[in-house]
């Protein structure tokens, strides 16, 4: 792997808060909501294939994730408890929704506003 990859360290579930916590080799630490990796998931489900095709996900609030798999030294397999369990964390992709998280997030308001979607309250 190129050394220009982040190296992921650490893989922490906190299923009470919804928090997926992971560690990388450069120090940097990101906590990830469930939510937030649910519907920023790298499946073909979400991203659809291809430019402008993205399937805006709603009523993911509540999502957790029952269970973990890591797939070689490059990725996770995260199984969500709505039963989503396709597409591969990539530790870059992971690193890049936690370097990101803050205008990823707010993109995904603005879209989900834009559809009509109230988002509800824990």
């Given at each position: 792997?190129?050394?220009?990859?982040?190296?992921?360290?650490?893989?922490?579930?906190?299923?009470?808060?919804?928090?997926?916590?992971?560690?990388?080799?450069?120090?940097?630490?990101?906590?990830?909501?469930?939510?937030?990796?649910?519907?920023?998931?790298?499946?073909?489900?979400?991203?659809?294939?291809?430019?402008?095709?993205?399937v805006?996900?709603?009523?993911?609030?509540?999502v957790?994730?029952?269970?973990?798999?890591?797939?070689?030294?490059?990725?996770?397999?995260?199984?969500?408890?709505?039963?989503?369990?396709?597409?591969?964390?990539?530790?870059?992709?992971l690193?890049?929704?936690?370097?990101?998280?803050?205008?990823?997030?707010?993109?995904?308001?603005?879209?989900?506003?834009?559809?009509?979607?109230?988002?509800?309250?824990?």
């Open positions: 792997m190129a050394d220009s990859q982040p190296q992921l360290v650490g893989v922490k579930l906190h299923k009470v808060s919804r928090i997926l916590e992971v560690e990388y080799e450069d120090g940097n630490v990101f906590e990830l909501p469930c939510e937030y990796l649910r519907v920023f998931s790298p499946s073909a489900d979400v991203q659809g294939h291809g430019p402008g095709q993205e805006l996900q709603v009523g993911k609030e509540h957790n994730i029952d269970n973990i798999e890591p797939v070689g030294n490059y990725a996770l397999k995260l199984i969500f408890d709505d039963g989503h369990n396709t597409g591969l964390y990539t530790w870059a992709y690193y890049e929704l936690g370097k990101e998280q803050d205008n990823y997030w707010m993109n995904y308001l603005d879209r989900l506003k834009e559809a009509g979607h109230i988002r509800s309250n824990d």
